[in-house]
């Protein structure tokens, strides 16, 4: 039977196609490891070397989730930290990837590292979403930049009677443009990636709807000024559980449903929630 002192704090140092282990007991002393793992053998090492009791920490990396679902069967808890976390206690000029692993299971056993809360998979699901989503409204953005930017060079202007230059419509007026031919050729890419990230941002929405459909505490959120099914959803995927917020102004901050307040000598106003939290 497994007791207190046979706890292994177990450190992975997570790599693209490989990751090293190393583990050390209470006292700090190496128990396992160094051993490298190439993922194609990952889910055998788990089986076979891990424990049901062991207290595993990773540092927080494109692949951290995956890694984490794969773990939590097996041992007895999976701390995932920030890389800044490690480092404001850490100074080191040089780092491998087994003196990394060494230090991230001794920081464990110390009880040092502060633990990032880890979102169940249908919140993770949900931030993915919201993520792509961004990052096609991001797109979009740069590409009506980059042509407004066109138009402003070369001193055009732009049709009186339209609102939205970049509608589908105005293709031929954008391809009659006079300018260079490859000034032409910049103009048609952009437009495509305009029409490519409204395609793939409007994907992405949908799947977002879906989800707000099935969830019972979007109508609640729908009732605040401001906050319609898309923000709803997004809000919720940003909080993930509720009870781990201390009180409700922490919670607030976070979901970036406060008012936005301007205090200054005698004035004093308030304005609309400022949607800025996490």
């Known amino acids: 039977m497994m ?3 046979n ?11 490989y990751l090293v282990a190393y583990g050390v007991n209470r006292e700090q002393e190496q128990v396992y490891g160094p051993r490298r793992v190439e993922y194609s053998r990952l ?20 692949n951290t989730w995956h890694m984490v679902d794969l773990l939590e069967p097996h041992v007895g808890s999976v701390l995932v930290v920030h890389p800044p976390e490690v480092k404001s206690i850490v100074k080191a000029r040089v780092m491998t990837d087994k ?4 230090i991230l299971a001794r920081l464990h056993a110390a009880k040092l590292l502060p633990a990032v809360w880890i979102p169940p998979k249908e ?4 931030r993915s979403l919201v993520a792509g989503r961004r ?3 991001s797109l979009g953005v740069r590409a009506k930049n980059a042509l407004h930017n066109i138009l402003h060079a070369h001193h055009i202007e732009t049709p009186e009677v339209v609102n939205d230059i970049f509608h589908p419509d105005l293709t031929d007026w954008w ?3 006079p300018i260079p031919s490859l000034e032409a050729i910049r103009v048609a890419a952009e437009l495509d990636n305009i029409s490519f990230a409204q395609r793939q941002k409007a994907r992405f929405e949908l799947a977002l709807y879906q ?9 609640l959120l729908a009732q605040l000024p401001g906050i319609g099914a898309l923000s709803a959803i997004t809000i919720l995927g940003a909080i993930g559980t509720i009870e781990r917020f201390p009180n409700a102004q922490k919670l607030v901050g976070y979901a970036g449903l406060g008012a936005g307040v301007h205090s200054s000598g005698e004035s004093h106003r308030t304005g609309r929630i400022t949607k800025t939290g996490r």
């Open 43 to 62: 889910k055998r090492w788990i089986q076979a070397e891990l424990r049901p009791d062991d207290e595993v920490v990773v540092e927080m990396t494109t």
């Open 135 to 137: 990052r096609m409204v």
């Open 7 to 17: 706890v292994r704090y177990i450190g992975l140092d997570i790599h693209k196609r």
């Open 99 to 102: 003196k990394a692993a060494r």
């Open 175 to 177: 391809s009659s443009l």
């Open 211 to 219: 989800l707000a459909a099935k969830d019972n505490r979007v109508p």
């Open 123 to 126: 919140v993770r699901e949900i």
């Open 3 to 5: 007791t207190q002192e």
